[in-house]
């Protein structure tokens, strides 16, 4: 049995990484790290909290003494880096919290990682999850390739690009063996209700505004989430060491077009009037520093390791809405005590 580490796993994308790992993997002992903030949530993983290969720690990758111990403990030979102060509009109120997580939280983690395998790196694998907008932003035309060099716009995107930088740093300096993956906008379930996608959802069931940021014509590359975990286990088993590789939909949209789609098929399933939920559009203060268009060439992980979405947008954005109305209870929970205090303060 292999003893591997997932850092994220009760937030939105590690959650459904740890699932896909627990129920395939049964050879591996998964720990799931996760020190549970406002974006950690264990109802996300419920269904395989009693599964004989699935562990749970609750700890904070800033915490080096503590990330040292476990290493120590459990001798991981697999680490999947997904835990991350994930919001752009929270790095804009408050970057530090970025800093401290996405930066010193994985040099922890590399530190820990080097310090229990220096001699002997074989068969270890150290895998950064990063995003897209490290890239910045493109104009009208045009797709981010391996690459396109870094050129972050956010506190965000800033300090998952210093994280890129120190994962390959230590790569080059001290033979670190890890792969790394830049991913575009995932939705699907479990996603919080502060981005876009599920933010719109909640609103419109409740009949609040659609707060459309600026003039909505701004771009993003849409891929369902559970694709993602699928180019997730494919890196960690095939991709070759000290490579990069871009994962994306295939699926641009502007926002405000997508907004539109959104209300068309809550509509449906709400049974509502024809064009009701459209008249919740609202155009609100624009973000400042808004990148215009992130799109993704992912032909790298296509010819190399033959991924490719599995669900059209249609399907992925239906059974997104199916579960978010299927599951009001997980979505009250959330958005009850502090969300409504981030909701006042983002959007008053
Ligand atoms: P999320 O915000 O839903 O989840 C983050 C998880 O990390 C939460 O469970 C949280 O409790 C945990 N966490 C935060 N700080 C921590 C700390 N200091 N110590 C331990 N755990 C901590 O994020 P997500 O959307 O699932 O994103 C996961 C990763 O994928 C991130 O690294 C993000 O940058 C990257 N990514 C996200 C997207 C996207 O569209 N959501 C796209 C590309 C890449
Ligand atoms: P978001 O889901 O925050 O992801 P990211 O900023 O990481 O791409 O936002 C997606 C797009 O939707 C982005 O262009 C900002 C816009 N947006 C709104 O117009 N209104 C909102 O309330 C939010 C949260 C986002």
Redesign the pocket.
């Known amino acids: 049995m292999k003893n591997i580490l997932i ?10 990484v740890v699932r896909r790992f627990v129920k395939n993997y049964p050879n591996y002992n998964i720990y799931n ?9 264990l109802e ?1 993983i419920k269904d395989i909290q009693n599964e004989s290969n699935y562990t749970f720690l609750k ?5 080096e003494t503590y990330i040292n111990e476990i290493f120590e403990k459990y001798q991981f030979e697999g680490v999947l ?7 752009v509009d929270r790095s804009i109120t408050d970057p530090l ?1 970025f800093v ?3 930066i010193i ?1 994985t040099v922890n983690l590399l530190n820990a990682f080097k310090k229990i395998w220096k001699d002997n790196f074989d068969g270890k694998r150290f895998y ?6 490290v890239y910045g932003s493109l104009g009208e035309t045009g797709l981010f390739t391996e690459t396109t060099s870094y050129d972050p716009n956010s506190p ?1 995107s800033a300090s ?1 690009a210093s ?1 890129d930088h120190f994962v390959r740093a230590y790569g080059e300096t001290y033979g670190l063996p890890y792969v790394l ?7 699907g379930p ?3 209700p502060e ?1 876009l996608i599920p933010l719109f959802i909640n609103n419109i069931i409740n009949k609040k505004p659609l707060p459309v940021y600026g003039d909505g014509n701004y771009t993003r590359d849409w ?1 369902f ?1 559970k694709d ?1 975990a699928v180019a997730i286990d494919l890196v960690f088993h095939q991709g070759k060491n000290h490579e990069t590789y871009n ?1 994306g939909g295939f699926n641009e949209w502007k926002n405000i077009d997508l907004v539109r789609l959104l209300c068309q098929k809550m509509d449906e399933k709400l049974g509502r009037k024809e064009g009701e939920s459209e008249q919740l559009i609202t155009f609100v203060k624009d973000r400042p520093g808004h990148d215009l268009r992130y799109a993704i060439d992912a032909s790298k992980i296509n010819k190399e390791l033959g991924w490719m979405p599995s669900v059209t947008f249609e399907e992925g954005l239906q059974e997104t809405i199916n579960w978010y109305l299927d599951n009001t209870e997980w979505l009250n929970n959330v958005t009850s005590g502090e969300y409504s205090k981030y909701y006042e303060k983002q959007y008053q």
């Open positions: 850092t994220g796993g009760a937030g939105f994308i590690g959650s459904h790290l996760d020190a549970l903030t406002y974006a950690g949530n996300n700890g904070d990758i800033v915490d880096h997904l835990a991350a102060e994930s919001h919290a401290k997580t996405n939280g950064h999850i990063s995003t897209d907008e965000y998952k994280s993956t830049n991913c575009s906008n995932n939705y479990f996603h919080f981005k891929l989430v993602h994962i």
